[in-house]
């Protein structure tokens, strides 16, 4: 009889440690690891973001126009 109590009890540790202790921690770190992926792709977004923004400006932009030699009349102000 005291070994059937004894084996209860123990088997009801076992639970208590099991459900209390393995499977929160278990969640936790599954949870921890989620934000951290997740945190990890947010940056590399914005990684690539000012990448491609920083390639844009670095571009070189097209040459403006500038005027041919005889479109062009230069003049000087008259006071």
Do not use: H, N, W
Not at 15 to 41: G, H, I, N, W
């Amino acid at each position: 009889m005291s070994k059937l109590i004894l084996y209860g009890f123990l088997i009801y540790l076992l639970y208590k440690f099991v459900f209390e202790l393995l499977v929160p921690v278990s969640k936790a770190t599954t949870q921890v690891k989620d934000k951290l992926r997740e945190m990890q792709e947010q940056q590399a977004a914005q990684q690539r973001a000012y990448q491609q923004q920083t390639q844009a400006q670095s571009q070189p932009q097209s040459p403006k126009e500038t005027p041919k030699a005889g479109d062009y009349i230069e003049f000087e102000e008259v006071k």
